[in-house]
C-alpha cells in the first residue's frame, strides 16, 4: 500500500483564492511527522510546515495551515490568499518514528498546483 | 554558502560508467540524507548519515550505489557501472539531527545516463 497518497495531480486556483491539497497517508506507527514542501520548476524542496502526530492542534505557517484528521489519517495542507508565485509542485511525505533516528521521509508524488489570473 | 550545496547541477555519463555525486551540507548539520527523485515522482530515500556513520541505507537499490561521508561533512554518492534508469534528480538533505528539525535540501544533480 501506498504511505502517502496524493490524489490531484494537478490543481488550478485563482489568485487571491484559497485552495486546499489532499494528502492520506498509512502507517501502523503511533507516533509520526507529516510534512508539506513545495518544489517550484528550478528544483529545490521548500520546506512549508509540520505537523506531528502529537500535536493538538493543526499547525499554521502564514498562508499555510495544515488540516490534520487522524482519524482519517488526513494531512491536507490548504494555501490562503493564493499568489502567483505559489505556482510549483507540491509534495506531502511522511516520517515515521519506528525507523530510528533522523528525518528520513517517504514522499508522495505530488500535487502540481497552477495559480491564475 | 549558507544552503546545502550539491555538484555538478548536471552530469551526463555514458552507460557503464562511474559517477560521483557531490552534497556540501549546511556547516553543523549532523544530518545528511540522500534521496532519488525520478521524473514525476516524489523524492525516495537512499541513505542516511549521522555524523560519519550511514545509520539507514536501506533504500540504496543494489551494490552499484554507495555513499560516503567520511569527515562527518560532505558526501558522495557513487554510482558504479552505470544504467539508463539510474537517470534522475539526485538530492541532498541535511538537519540539525533529531526528529522534528527541518530538512534543507539542495538543488540536486540531474544525472543522465546515455
Given at each position: ?13 485563482q ?25 517550484p520548476?528550478?528544483g ?25 484528521q ?39 508524488t ?8 | ?28 548539520h ?23 556513520g ?31 534508469g ?27 545516463v546515455?
Amino acid at each position: 500500500a501506498q504511505k502517502i497518497t496524493q490524489t490531484q495531480p494537478g490543481m488550478f486556483v485563482q489568485e487571491k483564492e484559497a485552495v486546499t491539497l489532499d494528502c492520506t497517508y498509512d502507517t501502523s506507527d503511533p507516533s509520526y511527522g507529516l510534512f508539506w514542501y513545495k518544489q517550484p520548476s528550478s528544483g529545490e524542496m521548500i520546506f512549508l510546515i509540520y505537523q506531528g502526530s502529537y500535536d493538538q492542534q493543526n499547525a499554521t505557517e502564514g498562508r499555510y495551515s495544515l488540516n490534520f484528521q487522524k482519524a482519517r489519517k488526513s494531512a491536507n495542507l490548504v494555501i490562503s490568499a493564493s499568489q502567483l508565485g505559489d505556482s510549483a509542485m507540491y509534495f506531502c511525505a511522511m516520517r515515521e518514528d519506528h525507523t530510528g533516528g533522523g528525518n528520513k521521509l517517504t514522499f508522495g508524488t505530488g500535487t502540481q498546483l497552477k495559480v491564475e489570473l | 554558502g549558507a544552503g546545502v550545496s550539491q555538484t555538478p547541477s548536471n552530469k551526463v555519463t555514458e552507460k557503464g560508467k562511474y559517477v560521483e555525486l557531490r552534497c556540501d551540507p549546511i556547516s553543523g548539520h549532523t544530518a545528511l540524507y540522500w534521496y532519488r527523485q525520478s521524473l514525476g515522482q516524489g523524492p525516495e530515500f537512499l541513505i542516511y548519515f549521522q555524523g560519519t556513520g550511514a545509520a539507514d541505507d536501506s533504500g540504496l537499490p543494489n551494490d552499484r550505489f554507495f555513499a560516503v561521508r567520511p569527515e562527518g561533512s560532505v558526501s558522495t554518492l557513487k554510482i558504479q557501472r552505470t544504467e539508463r534508469g539510474d537517470s534522475a534528480v539526485y538530492l541532498c538533505a541535511s538537519s540539525a539531527g533529531g526528529k522534528n528539525t527541518e530538512a534543507f535540501f539542495g538543488q540536486g544533480t540531474r544525472l543522465t545516463v546515455v
